[in-house]
């Protein structure tokens, strides 16, 4: 009943700056949270930024000062600015939506995923 679009991926040099995006949609009462995950080859995901509905943020140690995660709650959509980018950077990134929907249920949604891959 919600659906995540991701976009903004892509092939980078070490150093170079990307922007990811994810809209959500559907039949959506209200988000709570939206996040960005991401997964390398061979690792667990895990958590880089999350946002609340108050503007509330948080960061892993490993992306403050580079990535700035914001909000637009009039288009529900979540923007990554990815910064000075590093090799270990590269990985899947996953957007994650927490709401209700109008049925006033709870839901949480994960987007399909967009690849960022920094050369070195």
């Known amino acids: 009943q919600v659906r995540l679009v991701e976009s903004g991926g892509g092939l980078v040099q070490a150093g170079g700056s990307l922007r990811l995006s994810c809209a959500a949609s559907g039949n959506i009462f209200n988000i709570n949270a939206m996040g960005w995950y991401r997964q390398a080859p061979g690792k667990q995901r895990e958590s880089v930024a999350g946002?609340?509905?108050?503007?509330?943020?948080v960061y892993a140690d490993s992306v403050k000062g580079r990535f700035t995660i914001s909000g637009d709650n009039a288009k529900n959509t979540v923007y990554l600015q990815m910064n000075s980018l590093k090799p270990e950077d590269t990985a899947v990134y996953y957007c994650?939506?927490?709401?209700?929907?109008?049925?006033?249920?709870?839901?949480?949604?994960w987007g399909q995923g967009t690849q960022v891959t920094v050369s070195s």
């Open positions: 994650n939506v927490e709401g209700r929907l109008r049925t006033l249920s709870r839901f949480v949604s």
């Open positions: 946002t609340t509905s108050g503007g509330n943020t």
